[in-house]
């Protein structure tokens, strides 16, 4: 018969737990995974767009004079977002790649699992099937014989009924 089933029914992922945090399971790697997340939202891209809007609009016009034309504190700001957001995005796409290749091969196992347990399912049913067909083959053959049996009983029930009516006349 088959095994009995697992009573972990995540186990084909237990062994690539390890992989499930991008950036590990400490404070860091929760808020930089956190941080790298919030890089492709509306609301980062919207912000963004007001804060340089209105920085460009105040040193423009004089309100403040901090960073003037050609805003070269908001290029830098620029790039040292890039050189931060870059990698942490890059590593939260490799991280994700990396999830998404592992559960790949965990969802292989366990249609692979299940094609086993199916097949011995299978044969099973198919042995259960073969030895109902000679159960009944032989319920069959018995039926038979005691179909004939019983012929022959009532043929010599009548013989004998036959012989003792003819030493009685």
Known sequence: MNPAPSKHHLRFHSHS???APAFGSDAFGLRAEAFARF???????IGQTVLVGTWILLNAIGV???DLYPFILLNLAFSLQAAYAAPLILLAQ??????????AENDAMHREEIARISSERQL???RQLD????????NTE????????????????SEIHSHIQSHRA
């Open 64 to 66: 403040v004079r901090f």
């Open 94 to 103: 490799t991280r994700q790649a990396d999830r998404d290749k592992a559960g």
């Open 124 to 126: 099973e049913s198919a």
């Open 39 to 45: 890089f492709g939202t509306p609301a980062f891209l």
């Open 142 to 157: 018995l039926t038979d014989l005691t179909h004939q049996m019983s012929r022959r009983i009532e043929s010599l029930t």
């Open 131 to 138: 030895l109902l067909l000679e159960l009944m083959r032989r």
């Open 17 to 19: 737990g390890h992989l």
